[in-house]
């Protein structure tokens, strides 16, 4: 059972960077496809980028397009989200989710593996 642990969040200035990680344990993350979503308080998952398993098409929400980049190193096991320009209401608790199958949706339902998710608070 591949198991899925986010890191890199935390309290960020408007206009400043992060880089989120998603390392797995108990399995490769290779075979799966990947994706980025988030949760602020009070509404709904929300889904933001995706990656295929070898990293060759990425997708990525209109909502932050041009802000925000998914990549993976399956060598290490781990993908990851660069989160530049960030603004408040990026604020929010960011999961990573892993799929078997490929599918051209994404919504949370669509993903098999989740993780425990990592805070990222932006100050105004």
């Known amino acids: 059972q591949v198991q899925l642990v986010e890191s890199g969040g935390g309290l960020v200035q408007a206009g400043g960077s992060l880089r989120l990680s998603c390392a797995a344990s108990?399995?490769?993350?290779?075979?799966?496809?990947m994706g980025w979503f988030r949760q602020a308080p009070g509404k709904e998952r929300e889904f933001v980028a995706a990656i295929n398993w070898s990293g060759s098409t990425t997708v990525v929400a209109d909502s932050v397009k041009g802000r925000f980049t998914i990549s993976r190193d399956n060598a290490k096991n781990t993908v990851y989200l660069q989160i530049n320009s960030l603004k408040p209401e990026d604020t929010a608790l960011y999961y990573c989710a892993g799929r078997r199958y490929l599918s051209g949706n994404y919504a949370p339902k669509d993903y098999q593996y989740w993780g425990q998710g990592t805070q990222v608070t932006v100050s105004s």
């Open positions: 108990g399995g490769t993350l290779s075979a799966l496809g």
